[in-house]
T-cell receptor
Framework: TQLLEQSPQFLSIQEGENLTVYCNSS?????LQWYRQEPGEGPVLLVT?????EVKKLKRLTFQFGDARKDSSLHITAAQPGDTGLYLC????????????FGPGTRLSVLP | DAMVIQNPRYQVTQFGKPVTLSCSQT?????MYWYQQKSSQAPKLLFH???????NEADTPDNFQSRRPNTSFCFLDIRSPGLGDAAMYLC???????????FGSGTQLSVL
């Protein structure tokens, strides 16, 4: 069974601080995605990483895929209250990418 | 404009009373998914349709059924809801083997 773990489970920081959240597994994934989910809404895709060691940047967010394609990190620089939400990572479960297994998420609160 | 629409946003049902949740999409995507998300947990895949082909996860209870009468609509039927079925139910779509999932806003189900 492919399982994804995310840490920390909860994170509360002040506006302007930097943070890193992690997504780890003992399994190899063909690709990995990061989503942000706001209360009462569905998840929204932020990024997909495919190649081991890949780094992608989305404004103040930096995503990295581990060399072995088993783990990933999300770094936010100068966090803002608008970054508040549940950050979910999801791994493609098979080579066809048909199904995704989700981690439990990191709930981030950025206080003004 | 909303592309994946779930109705209702909030649903209250009684223990054992059948309930149907609906999902429609304007994206003409051929793949549709139903996920169950309980508080502070990862979204859990219940089943998905690839075109008309239905794929049931092995651990999805028999109490949960799904219908997809056409490309645009998909329904989740819970035949005899139990207290443990209270959760957010998320519908998602996808085009072919593209990696992006488009989620609806979800239906929050309460069971009294």
């Amino acid at each position: 069974t492919q399982l994804l773990e995310q840490s920390p489970q909860f994170l509360s920081i002040q506006e302007g601080e930097n943070l890193t959240v992690y997504c780890n597994s003992s399994s190899v994934f063909s690709s990995l995605q990061w989503y942000r989910q706001e209360p009462g809404e569905g998840p929204v895709l932020l990024v997909t990483v495919v190649t081991g060691g890949e780094v992608k940047k989305l404004k103040r967010l930096t995503f990295q895929f581990g060399d072995a394609r088993k783990d990933s990190s999300l770094h936010i620089t100068a966090a803002q209250p608008g970054d508040t939400g549940l950050y979910l990572c999801a791994g493609a479960r098979d080579n066809y990418g048909q199904n995704f297994v989700f981690g439990p998420g990191t709930r981030l609160s950025v206080l003004p | 404009d909303a592309m994946v629409i779930q109705n209702p946003r909030y649903q209250v049902t009684q223990f054992g009373k059948p309930v149907t949740l609906s999902c429609s999409q304007t994206l003409n995507h051929n793949v549709m998914y139903w996920y169950q998300q309980k508080s502070s947990q990862a979204p859990k895949l219940l089943f998905h349709y690839y075109d008309k082909d239905f794929n049931n996860e092995a651990d999805t209870p028999d109490n949960f059924q799904s219908r997809r009468p056409n490309t645009s609509f998909c329904f989740l039927d819970i035949r005899s809801p139990g207290l443990g079925d209270a959760a957010m139910y998320l519908c998602a779509t996808r085009r072919g083997t593209e990696e992006k999932l488009f989620f609806g806003s979800g239906t929050q189900l309460s069971v009294l």
